[in-house]
Antibody, heavy 121, light 108 residues
Framework: EVQLLESGGGLVQPGGSLRLSCAAS????????MSWVRQAPGKGLEWVSV????????YYADSVKGRFTVSRDNSKNTLYVQMNSLRAEDTAVYYC??????????????WGQGILVTVSS | EIVMTQSPATLSVSPGERATLSCRAS??????LAWYQQKPGQAPRLLIY???TRATGIPARFSGSGSGTEFTLTISSLQSEDFAVYYC??????????FGQGTRLEIK
């Protein structure tokens, strides 16, 4: 059974940093791209970042480019996102999501339960 | 960037009736279109990919159609558990990956 479990969320001041983790199990982690998708309170879904299975390729939404860094440790089956220079508009529930196949990185077949990040003074 | 536009924003339908949700892409995405269902307090769930292929475990009352720029999600006979928010998402020619703004399906 595929499981994705996010951690590391919480309250942070504007300009601060936070690192989220997503522990994966139930599949061959290194074979699949992984993504972060966020949802601001009461709003829709916004893709944030994707990383290839090897970790060699990464892509970001313009809204987070230069501030967020996605990474993965395939030996630990864990996905990360380092979030720096946080802004109020980064407040959201952050989901990690697994690619739907080894060849389609941008389709999400399993999602974590989400973790709330609140940026506020 | 490919903009995904869903309509209507809210759809009111009675249980047992058919619901038809629409999604339009600002440029062709071929058949690289997915639909997700999200219930309050839950993560999204993949329903349809490839515009018309049901994901594992998705009931046959859910069907998807379309290609290019016009897509439809149809729920043939609404059950109580189907009332939720539905999102379309393209996965063609990315980044960025974009979602529609969602359609809220509510009980009439």
């Amino acid at each position: 059974e595929v499981q994705l479990l996010e951690s590391g969320g919480g309250l942070v001041q504007p300009g601060g940093s936070l690192r989220l983790s997503c522990a994966a199990s139930g599949f061959t982690f290194s074979s699949y791209a992984m993504s972060w998708v966020r949802q601001a309170p009461g709003k829709g879904l916004e893709w944030v970042s994707v990383i290839s299975g090897s970790g060699g390729s990464t892509y970001y939404a313009d809204s987070v480019k230069g501030r967020f860094t996605v990474s993965r440790d395939n030996s630990k089956n864990t996905l990360y996102v380092q979030m720096n220079s946080l802004r109020a508009e980064d407040t959201a529930v952050y989901y990690c999501a697994k690619a739907g196949s080894v060849v389609v990185a941008a389709l999400f077949d399993y999602w974590g339960q989400g973790i709330l990040v609140t940026v506020s003074s | 960037e490919i903009v995904m536009t869903q309509s209507p924003a809210t759809l009111s339908v009675s249980p047992g009736e058919r619901a038809t949700l629409s999604c339009r892409a600002s440029q062709s995405v071929s058949s690289n279109l997915a639909w997700y269902q999200q219930k309050p307090g839950q993560a999204p769930r993949l329903l349809i990919y490839g515009a018309s292929t049901r994901a594992t475990g998705i009931p046959a009352r859910f069907s998807g159609s379309g290609s290019g720029t016009e897509f439809t999600l149809t729920i043939s006979s609404l059950q109580s558990e189907d009332f939720a928010v539905y999102y379309c998402q393209h996965y063609n020619n990315w980044p960025p990956i974009t979602f529609g703004q969602g359609t809220r399906l509510e009980i009439k």
